[in-house]
């Protein structure tokens, strides 16, 4: 299916909710910019309901490319920039054909005999099989084609049993993907989210574990128990454990963490497993345009909440609440909703806006160099979405995002829900009791703090007479990319 077809079924999905024509237009070009830069990174992420799965295999064409002397577009693949990339590169075909001596010559010939029909360069002239494998039900090679500062991988997809020659002439797959030290690459063979895979290829003696799921301590960390994988080094997934986490440790560090799948920070808002209609009551009669708009922000937070739960494989919440809906910056400025547990502890998620959206996982100076460029969706139609974790049943801070060029941002902005009858929010500083470093007045329920990402603070919630409330120990990150507070990890 292609990409235009996958977005106007989105649209049409979206009519009933969603007044623009077309809501996902500039986010689906957004993410297939970034799945092209990323074919192997997070994000996202991811089973279903992140842009890989929307978007299925990058096609040839896709990544860097050049012609050649008819005017034809090749692959000439991306620099090589690490050792870790050598490491992969150089690792054993991994895989059930390894072992097939023969099979793993013929291919590595025909891929390099039949480089022009693929529309690879004579500039990147080796060929190597990193992966061959028929386990799965289908047969999947993966190729590198390389030179000594440049490497471009190539993923082929038939059934299984199909002799070499005619497989390379009837295939699904992808040319001109970029070599990460850990390539994760679509594995399922069939379109449908029943088909979902992902092979997961760390370079040899690495160890590959997987955490289907997790649970959220009272200090608002996130534990997971971690599964090496049965073949050590590389990790395939089917569409029933495509959620959780994964992790790659090389010589006693850890170098991966994050999301399982294709990591991106697209969240797709409809036609996904989680729909906008399972959170908010029906509108009564007479509904004030205000009123729909916080609705659809309040519905479409709770698609958010229970796709990123889900993503990330935390406990199903079977009743998330609104804990607070409005304006941020008020009349002019989209509907905001934070959506939480009904305990009151426990994930939280902030969803500005009313469509498909994307996620903040940093802030504007942690985004990764290779995610720099991008398109500038400051003032498309999209939604923003920011994570974080309340210890308290009275107190839910979580971080204002904002749209900073092709990116959802956290910002200096903190937004507290206080228990009813607060007045006041003041965040006073762990090293100095009693001085406050910010504070604000409770608006509409809600109070917006100018406070840095990471400050050591205690939120406390104060009614008119100065009286407390509650109190709650502020707890995130202070650097780097986190969902629901816990860190991604990218240490190649």
């Known amino acids: 299916m292609s990409v235009d077809e996958l977005r106007t079924g989105l ?204 649970v959220v301590g009272a200090d608002g960390a996130v534990r997971r128990r971690w599964e090496p994988s049965p073949t050590g080094d590389y990790v395939v997934l089917d569409a029933s454990r495509v959620r959780g986490w994964w992790r790659v440790e090389c010589e006693g560090q850890v170098r991966v963490e994050e999301p399982v799948g294709d990591r991106s920070d697209v969240i797709r808002g409809e036609g996904g497993r989680y729909q906008p209609t399972e959170l908010a009551d029906a509108l009564p009669a007479g509904t004030t345009s205000r009123r729909m708009d916080a609705w659809r922000a309040e519905r479409f937070g709770g698609v958010s909440y229970r796709t990123l739960m889900d993503m990330t494989g935390l406990p199903s919440t079977p009743d998330p609440v609104v804990r607070w809906s409005g304006r941020l910056d008020g009349e002019g400025h989209p509907e905001a909703a934070v959506v939480g547990p009904a305990s009151g502890t426990g994930p939280l998620v902030l969803h500005v806006g009313a469509q498909g959206s994307l996620l903040a996982l940093a802030g504007p100076g942690n985004i990764a160099s290779e995610d720099a460029a991008g398109e500038d969706l400051s003032s498309a139609k999209v939604s923003l979405v920011a994570t974080a974790v309340a210890t308290s049943a009275k107190l839910a801070a979580v971080r204002v995002p904002a749209a900073s060029g092709g990116h959802a941002v956290l910002t200096n902005r903190l937004l507290v829900v206080p228990p009813p009858g607060a007045a006041r929010v003041d965040a006073v500083a762990a090293e100095a009791p009693g001085g406050v470093r910010a504070s604000a007045e409770v608006r509409s329920g809600a109070a917006v703090l100018t406070l840095d990402v990471g400050a050591e603070v205690t939120l406390r919630a104060l009614d008119r007479t100065g009286a407390l409330l509650a109190s709650a120990p502020l707890r995130e990150l202070a650097r780097g990319e986190r969902i629901f507070n816990e860190p991604l990890v990218h240490a190649w």
Do not use: M
Not at 86 to 93: A, M
Not at 94 to 117: K, M, P
């Open 11 to 214: 649209a049409r999905i979206a009519e009933s909710v969603v007044p623009d024509e077309n809501p996902y237009g500039r986010l689906l070009r957004h993410a297939r910019r970034r799945k092209r830069r990323r074919l192997a990174g997070l994000g996202a992420a991811v089973a279903g309901v992140i842009a890989a799965a929307l978007l299925g295999p990058v096609t040839l064409g896709a990544g860097s490319g050049g012609q050649d002397p008819s005017g034809d577009w090749v692959a000439t693949g991306y620099p090589i920039t690490s050792d870790w990339e050598w490491r992969l590169i150089n690792s054993p075909t991994r895989g059930s054909l390894a072992a097939d001596g023969d099979l793993i010559e013929e291919l590595t010939r025909l891929f390099d005999r039949n480089r022009a029909e693929l529309r690879v360069s004579e500039s990147l002239p080796q060929v190597k099989v990193l992966y061959a494998d028929e386990s799965a039900g289908f047969r999947q090679i993966l190729v590198v084609y390389h030179s000594d500062t440049a490497a471009a991988l190539v993923d082929q997809k038939v059934p299984a049993g199909t002799p070499p020659q005619q497989a390379l002439r009837n295939h699904t797959g992808f040319v001109n993907g970029r070599v990460s030290p850990f390539s994760v690459i679509d594995a399922a063979y069939l379109q449908g989210p029943e088909a979902q895979a992902f092979l997961g290829l760390a370079p040899a003696g690495c160890i590959v574990s997987v955490a289907d799921g997790a």
